[in-house]
């Protein structure tokens, strides 16, 4: 007798792909950025654009969690 798996939940699967893709995008801006800031102008100038690219990882966080929360109330959980 063959087992029946549960039907796949795509909606879950995209809100976690969608999840990682963000966290993988502000990872590549603040340490990559980071690294080619320091390559080019030295570590003292390194450390404050790190800090602005933090501000805007915070900015792009913000919005990705807006559009998120925008996406579940309309429905599209």
């Known amino acids: 007798m063959p087992k ?5 939940d795509f909606r879950a699967l995209q809100r976690q792909a ?11 801006l603040v340490v990559v950025g980071g690294i080619a ?5 030295g ?3 390194a450390f404050l654009g790190v800090v602005c690219l933090l ?3 915070a900015l792009f966080g913000l919005l ?5 929360l925008i996406g579940r109330w309309a429905g599209d959980e």
């Open 18 to 28: 969608e999840g990682r893709l963000a966290l993988w995008i502000v990872f590549f």
């Open 43 to 45: 570590w003292q100038v």
């Open 37 to 41: 800031i320091w390559i080019v102008y």
């Open 4 to 8: 029946f798996r549960p039907p796949t």
């Open 55 to 57: 501000g805007g990882a």
């Open 64 to 68: 990705w969690l807006i559009v998120s």
